[in-house]
């Protein structure tokens, strides 16, 4: 398991990076758990929704998973089969039963399960057995291993430097994993990009969601079928 950063270092380095990075762009302006001290007031150029308290800055949150043990060794004995098992989660002190938890990821994903870690990163659907059912509004977040990055950071600060210039990115926020009551790692927790990530940042799910494949681009092609782009919703 990866080393665990302390609060207060991520929070400053983080802050500063930001503060830096929008700066820039405008031309004017261990094994234990990381403590979570006192949120901050979230700001964000996205509309607001109920789930938005989860995702304060300058926090870190704590995840709860709760999964049968025989689930959990099948997930860690074929972890690319991304299979959903049945699991109790608990995000920041709000519990939901019967929610899809998996592995996720591609390149990442298979690097880790062809090393000696079993740090993946997760997926948990909060409507996969029952439908409707969504935490506070979300229906969907994944939580992020932060592959090949000891800085912790580089994610958190893509998206935050893209919200500084206006684009329309998921929330985040740090987050300590914990897999049946034992700490799993630190890890990055992401809004998906989904039903209700759509609602919030753009009034309805209407229309069409794509999902784009390892090289795929935008680029016209005459003719093309873009195999490549998945209709997600």
């Not at 994944?142 to 935050?160: A, G």
Request: with cysteine; glycine share 6%.
């Amino acid at each position: 398991m990866n080393h665990i950063l302390k609060r207060k270092n991520i929070t400053a380095l983080a802050l500063a990076l930001v503060l830096l990075f929008s700066t820039a762009i405008t031309g004017c302006t261990s094994t234990n758990p990381v403590n979570n001290g006192d949120t901050g007031q979230q700001t964000s150029s996205t509309k607001t929704s109920d789930y938005a308290s989860i995702f304060e800055k300058d926090s870190i949150i704590d995840i709860k998973v709760q999964v049968a043990d025989e689930d959990w060794k099948s997930m860690l004995d074929n972890p690319t089969a991304e299979e959903y098992k049945n699991a109790t989660v608990t995000v920041d002190g709000v519990t939901l039963k019967n929610v899809g938890f998996r592995t996720k990821g591609n390149l990442t994903l298979r690097s880790v399960a062809g090393s000696d870690s079993d740090r993946y990163s997760f997926r948990i659907k909060m409507d996969k057995y029952e439908e409707g059912q969504n935490l506070l509004g979300l229906d969907e977040l994944v939580v992020n291993n932060m592959y090949s990055d000891p800085s912790y950071l580089r994610e958190y600060l893509s998206y935050e430097a893209l919200r500084e210039i206006g684009a329309t990115v998921p929330q985040a926020v740090f987050a300590n994993i914990y897999i049946n009551d034992e700490l799993y790692g630190f890890y990055l927790c992401v809004e998906a990009i989904d039903d209700s990530f759509l609602k919030n940042n753009f009034g309805s799910n209407d229309g069409n969601l794509y999902k784009q494949e390892q090289g795929s681009t935008l680029e016209y092609a005459e003719g093309s079928n873009y195999d490549k782009s998945e209709l997600k919703v």
